[in-house]
C-alpha cells in the first residue's frame, strides 16, 4: 500500500511539474508576442544586420512613410525645376555667336541617379556637322542638384526670335536613349545689346535705371515688344538675400567662372557687395574681362564701403583711395554738377501723367531763386539743367578720395577742384570709383542723373541724331547705336577686321543703320542694328586666312585629270585585253569572268596607295594659335585654330587636361567627304574634351579652341625717366619679326627678341620687315599674310585711343591640347598680339559723349560703292593674298560706322546745317578731366 501511496504522489508531482512549466512557456509567449506588437528602436548593428527589403518595409510600414511614399509616386521620376544662363538668374537670356554657361536644376525623386545630361543637337551652319554639349550627373534622392555646363548657340540656330525651346536630355549610365528629354526656355538677345550686372547689397533701388534713356533709343517706339528689342542695356540686378541692407552678400553671385563667358557683359556696378562672396574662379574671371575691356564701376557715397576693397582681389586696380576731407552739398552747392549734366530731351508722345506733373514740377522749382541753375545754350539734344534738391537733414554726400599715381579725375561738373570720379585704364579696360552714391534720393529725383549715367558710368556715346520731337510726328529718326560703340571688349582673333553681322540686314534698313545722321525719309517701323563686338565669328579673317592656309599645307592634293586618266587606261587594259590573253593561253577563257571582281578590288586598293604615296603620315595635326597679352598682365587669350587629316576614317578626342574652363567646337567648316551629318559631342567634365569628332580618309576636318592661359611673365613697355623705351620678354617664346605699332599710325621694325631679353625702340627703324620661317618643319605655314592683317587692322574703338600694340610669331606652339589618337606629324605656329599701353580712357566730356554746346549738322550719305557688312575692307584681298587665289568678286554695301571715330571728317563745303536748329555759338566743355 505504502509503494502504492509513493508511486501516486510521484505521478501527482511530475503532472503538477509539468503544468508548471506549461504555464511559464504560455506567460513567456505572451509577454513575447506583446513585445514583438510594440513598436521598438533597433541598435545601429541591428539595422545594419536587416536586409534592404526589411528595411524598406520598416520605412513604409510608418505612417508618416506611406504618406510620404505616396507623395513621391505622384511626383515624375525627374522633376527640371529651373534653367539659368549666367549672369541672368531670373530671364534666361543668352547672345548668338557668343558662348555662355547654361546652369540646370533638377530632381530625382525615387532614387539615387548617374548619369550624364546632353542638349540636342545643334546644327552649325556651314559644314556637315553638328555638336552636343553634355556632362556627367550624380543626383541624391530628394535633393535638388545643380549642374552647369558651357554652351554656344550659333546665330542661325534662332533667327531673329526671341524664346526658343531647347531640349535637355538625361541619360542614365550606359545607356543608349534618354531616360527624361526636358525642355528648357532661353531668350536671344539682340546683337546690339549688352548686359550691365549690378552688385548691390540693396538691388531694388537699380530698378529705376532699366527705364532711363540711356539705355533705351530715342527714337525706339514705346510699346513692350519694341522697348524691350531695341533697349541698348540690360540691366542685371542680383537677387536680395540679406533682409537688411546693413549687412553684405553673403552668397556667391550668379556670375560666369571664366572670362570666356563674360563677352556679352559691358559694365559691372559694384556697390557694397563682399569680395570674399565671389570664388577664386569669378574672382579671376573678373580681372581677366576687366583686362580684355571689362569697365568696371565702383559707387562711393555714404556707406560705400570702399575699404572692403583694399584688401582684396581688386586691390592692385583700384584708381583711388579713400582719403581726404568728405563733403556734403546742398542745391546750392551742387549746382557746378547739375549744370553740367542737363537731362536728355524725350518725345513729347513718350510721356504719361505722371511725367508731365513732375515736369511742371521742375519748372516751378526751377524758377525759384534759391534753386535756379544756368539752363545752357539751347540744344535739340537736351532740356534745359535741372537743380538737384536735397532734402534739409539729408544733404548729398561725396566721399573723399586720393587718386593713385596714374589716374585721372572726372571733376564734378564745373567744379574742377572737386571730383566727381577718379578713373584708371587697366589693360582696355577701366575701373572707376565714384566719389558718390546715385541712389541717393536727391539724385534719383533729378532728371540729369539719366545723362550723368550715360557719360560717367556706361561712357556711351551719343546719338549722332538729336531724338524726335514725336515718334509719330514725323521726324526723321535717330540711327541706333550699334554694338561695338557700347561695350569696350575685344578679343583680337574675333574682331580683328571687324566689326560683324550675324545676318542681313532688312531691306529698309539702310538709312537707320546707317552711322552717318543724314538718313532719308521716315521709317514705319523700328529698325535694329546687326554689327556686334566680341563675337565668335567662324567668317572673320583670322579664321579664314588660317583654313584657307591649312588646307594648303596639309599636302592633301585632289588627284589631277592625267592621273585619273592613265589608272583608268590601265585598269581597263589589265581587264580586258590581259585578262582575256592570260586565260586563253591556259585554255580556260571562261575563268576571264571568275577573276574580275578579284581583279577590280586590286585595281582599287593599288589607285588609293598611289594617290597617298606622298602624305608621309597617317594621321596629321596642324595648327595655327593666336596669343592675345595685355599690359603687365602676366595671363593670354589662347585662341587655336587647328587641322586634323588622316588617311584613314578616324574618330579623334581633342582635350584640355590642364584648364577646366577651355572650349571647343568644329570650325563652321569641312572638307569632309562626308555623306551624311556628323554629330560631335563637347563635354565639361572630368575634363573638357571634344569628342567623337570624325576625320573622312584622305580629308580635312577644323576645330577651334579659346583658353586663358598663365605665361610666366608679360610682354612689357618700359620707360625711363629719359624717355628712352625698350621691349621686355618675360615670357618663354622666341619673339621673330617684331613689330611695334604706334599710335600715329608709325611702325618700328625690332627683328628678333628671346625669351628674356630687352630690346630697345629706335625711331629711326619704321620699315617693317618680311616674316621668314626659322624653322624647316613648318611647310607651308606663314605668318606673313596674319602678321599683314594684324598690323594694319587695329580695332578702331575710342578705347584704342593712343595704344601701342606689339605683333610677332613664334615657331613653339603652347603646350595644353591633347589628341587621341595621337597624330604621326604636328606642326603649327603662334601669333602674338600684345597691347603695351593704352591711353586714358575717353573723357565723357568731349564731343562723342556730349553734345550740349553741338549744334546738329547732317552730312549727306556716303558713297554707295563704299563697302559694309560681314567684313571689313579688304578681307577677301587679304585671304587671296595668302592663298595666291584668283580674287572674287563681292557685293558693296555702304559702311555703317560713327562720324569722327573711323571715318575722316566731312568738308566744310559738303555739311548742311539742319534747318530746325539754328547755329549756337560753341563754348567750353564744363566737364574735363586733370591727370593726377
Known sequence: MSKLFRKVLIVFGLFTLIDQLMWLSAERSIQARKATAAPQTLSDESEDALSPATKKFRELAKPEAKAKAKADLERPPFEFLRAQITPFEVLPFYKPNHWLQMTIEVRSSREDFAGSVRTQPISIFGSQRDIVFARPVDMDRNTPTRMSFPMFMPPGFMPRRTSKLIDVDLYREGGLRPTEIWQANVRAMEPHQMAVVVLARDPGT??????????????????????????????????????????????????????????SISHVIWDGQDPDTLDVDQQRAMIDWIHWGGQLVIVGGADSRIGLLRESFLAPFLPADPGGMNRQFDAQTSRPLAEAYRPPYRPVDTLNEEDRESLEQENRRAQRPEWAVTPGPASPYYDQARPILPLANAPLFLTGLRARPGATTIPFGTDTETPLAIEKRVGRGRVTILATNLTDPALTRWRGLDTLVRRVVLRRPEEVRPPPRSLSGGDPKAPMIAGPDLTWVRIAARDTGGPYSIASPPTNSDAALSRFP???????????????????????????????????????????????AKSLAAYLILLVPVNWLVFRGMGRKEWAWLIVPPLALLAALSIERLAAYDLGFSRGRDEIALLEMQSDYPRGHLTRIGALASTGRDNFTIAFPNDLNAVCMPLAYSASRAEQRETSTFQFMPVPALTDFRVQPRSLSYYRSEQMVGLPGPIRLVETESGERSIENRTRLVLRDVT??????????????????????????????????????????????????????????????????????????????????????????????????????????????????????????????????????????????????????????????????????MPPEKQESSPAQPETPASPAPSTRSPQ
Open 206 to 263: 537699380y530698378t529705376g535705371w532699366g527705364k532711363m534713356m540711356a539705355g533705351i533709343p530715342s527714337s525706339i517706339s514705346r510699346d513692350a515688344t519694341s522697348l524691350d528689342k531695341g533697349r541698348y542695356y540690360r540691366f542685371v540686378l542680383n537677387e536680395k538675400l540679406n533682409a537688411s541692407t546693413e549687412e553684405p552678400q553673403t552668397t556667391k553671385p550668379f556670375l560666369p567662372p571664366s572670362m570666356l563667358f563674360w563677352t
Open 518 to 564: 543724314g538718313g532719308s525719309g521716315v521709317l514705319a517701323d523700328d529698325v535694329y542694328p546687326l554689327q556686334e563686338a566680341a563675337t565668335w565669328t567662324d567668317s572673320a579673317i583670322v579664321p579664314s586666312i588660317a583654313r584657307e592656309m591649312l588646307e594648303k599645307a596639309s599636302g592633301l592634293r585632289v588627284p589631277d585629270l592625267s592621273f585619273v
Open 740 to 905: 611695334i605699332a604706334m599710335p600715329d599710325g608709325k611702325s618700328i621694325a625690332l627683328g628678333e627678341i628671346g625669351p628674356g631679353e630687352s630690346k630697345p625702340l629706335k625711331p629711326d627703324q619704321v620699315e617693317v620687315s618680311g616674316a621668314r620661317s626659322f624653322s624647316g618643319t613648318l611647310g607651308d605655314l606663314d605668318p606673313k599674310p596674319f602678321l599683314d592683317v594684324l598690323r594694319d587692322n587695329p580695332f578702331r574703338s575710342p578705347a584704342d585711343q593712343g595704344a601701342w600694340r606689339l605683333i610677332a610669331w613664334s615657331d613653339t606652339m603652347i603646350e595644353g591640347v591633347s589628341v587621341d589618337p595621337v597624330p604621326d606629324r604636328v606642326r603649327g605656329l603662334t601669333l602674338i598680339v600684345a597691347h603695351l599701353k593704352t591711353g586714358d580712357a575717353p573723357n565723357p566730356g568731349d564731343k562723342e559723349y556730349d553734345m550740349s554746346n553741338k549744334p546738329f549738322v547732317a552730312p549727306p550719305q556716303p558713297p554707295p560703292a563704299e563697302a559694309r557688312g560681314m567684313r571689313a575692307p579688304g578681307f577677301r584681298a587679304l585671304i587671296d593674298a595668302a592663298t595666291g587665289a584668283v580674287p572674287k568678286a563681292t557685293t558693296t554695301q555702304p559702311v555703317r560706322r560713327r562720324p569722327g571715330i573711323t571715318e575722316p571728317p
